[in-house]
């Protein structure tokens, strides 16, 4: 064995060996010192990082709310007013549907050719589209129910000349529209409504009727149209 080469080896050995444990002491210290930073370098550092600010910010002013805009109310509607019975009337007679009759405070009404009919019933009766003769005998019956209002219902006897008269007109009528008898009795209830249009002419004949309470009045027979 070369004694040489044997001493040779270990030295060489040796320092290969130092080399190494030089190389891992280096490498530690170089890994101690990044990967643990020294109380000073922690100092640098935190002095370099800036601290979050202790001062309180000032709160925005709280926007104020709007005034509410006071809503405006919708118009009232206007209800409209019920027309009373005098504009119903007034509104048929003014369509024709019914002839204008008088209204005046007076009782008895205008009667210009006296003949003791209203002037308005007679006009109207007179523009009946009925005969001569029927017309003749609702004028009969439009008489005996005016003098219902002009009667002095105190008077026995004269009430009872009234009542007599309006069952004669009655039977007239009812003879002059024969056989459509049935149409004497309507217009002979229009004739009787349109006498009593006033609530004092309405009064009068309540009381006339009132008066005849109790008393009886026969129907005439034959003819009793005048």
């Not at 007679?93 to 006296?114: A, H, M, T």
Request: aromatic share 6%; net charge neutral.
């Amino acid at each position: 064995m070369n004694r040489s080469h044997f001493f040779k080896t270990p030295f060489v050995r040796f320092l290969a060996l130092s080399s190494l444990f030089f190389s891992l002491g280096a490498c530690s210290n170089q890994s101690e010192s990044s990967g643990n930073p020294t109380p000073a370098d922690a100092a640098s550092s935190s002095s370099n990082t800036s601290a979050p600010s202790t001062t309180p910010s000032t709160p925005a002013s709280p926007t104020s709310p709007a005034t509410p805009t006071t809503p405006v109310p919708p118009p009232t509607p206007t209800t409209p007013t019920e027309p009373t019975l005098s504009d119903k009337i007034k509104t048929l007679e003014d369509s024709g549907v019914i002839p204008k009759l008088d209204r005046s405070s007076d009782i008895k009404g205008p009667d210009q050719n006296l003949n003791g009919v209203r002037d308005d019933i007679d006009a109207w009766i007179a523009a009946l589209p009925i005969t001569d003769k029927q017309k003749k005998a609702a004028v009969q019956k439009a008489i005996a129910l005016q003098r219902t209002l002009l009667v002095e219902i105190t008077d026995k006897i004269a009430l009872q000349i009234i009542g007599d008269e309006l069952m004669a007109s009655t039977n007239c009528f009812s003879d002059v529209f024969m056989p459509n008898y049935q149409d004497s009795y309507k217009l002979s209830s229009k004739i009787e409504a349109m006498t009593a249009n006033t609530k004092a002419r309405a009064y009068r004949y309540i009381e006339y009727n009132r008066a005849r309470s109790g008393s009886s009045t026969r129907l005439p027979s034959g003819d009793t149209c005048k």
